[in-house]
């Protein structure tokens, strides 16, 4: 939408205001740089992090009942305890 004989189109908002661009178009601008050393040793590392972490869980509890009954356990507790409080503290945060 162009005002007053602008020459470039102007971003619109969510609002549907006219206002600057979106941070999200920074972000993309930042994607598409080169990665460095850094960045490429960080990527292998967690990836190959991932595998060693599978793989020796895997060595550890061989047994796919064993692994499924600790799971079963440790998301029955987090859900019979803690999501409880997480919706208490959030439903009564800033009601004095």
Do not use: H
């Not at 292998?44 to 020796?56: G, N, P, S, T």
């Not at 079963?72 to 019979?80: D, V």
């Amino acid at each position: 939408m162009m005002m007053g004989g602008d020459d470039e189109p102007s971003m619109m908002n969510e609002g549907g205001e006219e206002g600057e661009a979106a941070p999200a178009q920074e972000e993309e601008a930042d994607e598409d740089e080169k990665w460095g050393c850094c960045r490429w040793f960080k990527f292998i590392l967690v990836r190959f992090l991932i595998v060693l972490i599978i793989f020796f869980v895997s060595i550890c509890i061989p047994n796919l009942n064993i692994l499924l009954t600790f799971t079963g356990a440790i998301l029955g507790t987090l859900t019979n305890t803690w999501l409880p409080v997480l919706f208490y503290n959030r439903a009564y945060n800033n009601s004095y």
